[in-house]
């Protein structure tokens, strides 16, 4: 299980989002209030963001609790952005222990993070890992189910068909359901591209807040503010800077990836 966010709003710096909070990310490390499976995420972490005029996010990651690393608290004071997609991270058994575990996972403009796990790892995946083609599964950046879960966003984000029929909120929904219905899981995904947050709550808790700091989804809230909104289980949630809608998973309509 992990505990993640992804923020859009204006210029705000790492730490305003991550470790100022009372309970944001940071305590979130070794004191989450809401989280349902563990007790810790201490097992590495990663932090995504945009710079202005480069539509390609930069990235930190590392294989240790967030608390310990020094480096990244100074980086986290100095550096602003108006996107941002950070997670902490309790390993799933048997998955490897390594940085490039740690979401969030890039791919061109695209971030993504899983909270969450696919029962059973990884035997249950195989049904999964079926749909990929081998190129797509030696591409993976690590042993991991949520870099599994990845590599299936991505292979319909890159489809012809993308942007063509589908958003990519729809995509997210989709795997989503297709991996449930392949093993039991937990499925609460983030996605953006800079510009739009998609989201689903499927299986943990997910919160929302959108005021004139921006708007922040979470797997659960950074402080008391009496503006979060909890998200529905089995919800898909899309944010823009136009607002939040949020939806039932079972409305999104596309071929399965699965046969």
Request: net charge negative; aromatic share 8%; glycine share 6%.
């Amino acid at each position: 299980m992990c505990r993640h966010l992804a923020f859009l709003g204006p210029p705000t710096p790492l730490a305003t989002l991550i470790s100022a909070p009372e309970h944001g990310l940071l305590r979130q490390s070794w004191a989450p209030r809401r989280q349902r499976n563990g007790t810790m995420n201490a097992d590495g972490f990663g932090v995504g963001w945009y710079a202005a005029e480069d539509p390609v996010p930069a990235r930190y990651r590392r294989a240790v609790p967030m608390w310990t690393d020094q480096s990244f608290a100074d980086l986290a004071r100095v550096t602003t952005s108006t996107a941002v997609l950070a997670a902490v991270r309790s390993a799933t058994p048997g998955t490897t222990p390594d940085e490039a575990a740690a979401a969030p996972y890039t791919s061109g403009k695209w971030m993504f993070s899983h909270n969450g796990r696919i029962d059973n790892w990884p035997r249950s995946a195989e049904t999964l890992a079926a749909t990929l083609p081998p190129a797509r599964l030696l591409a993976l950046e690590a042993r991991v189910d949520s870099a599994l879960l990845w590599a299936l966003v991505l292979e319909r984000l890159q489809s012809p068909d993308y942007g063509v029929q589908h958003s990519a909120a729809d995509v997210l929904a989709r795997v989503a359901i297709d991996a449930a219905a392949a093993s039991p899981g937990r499925y609460n995904f983030l996605l953006t591209d800079g510009t739009t947050i998609a989201a689903t709550a499927a299986g943990d808790t997910l919160f929302w807040r959108s005021d004139n700091r921006g708007t922040v989804v979470a797997s659960e809230p950074s402080d008391d503010d009496a503006g979060w909104h909890e998200v529905p289980d089995q919800s898909l949630l899309v944010a823009t800077s136009h607002g939040v809608d949020i939806s039932p998973i079972s409305h999104v309509e596309m071929e399965p990836a699965l046969r």
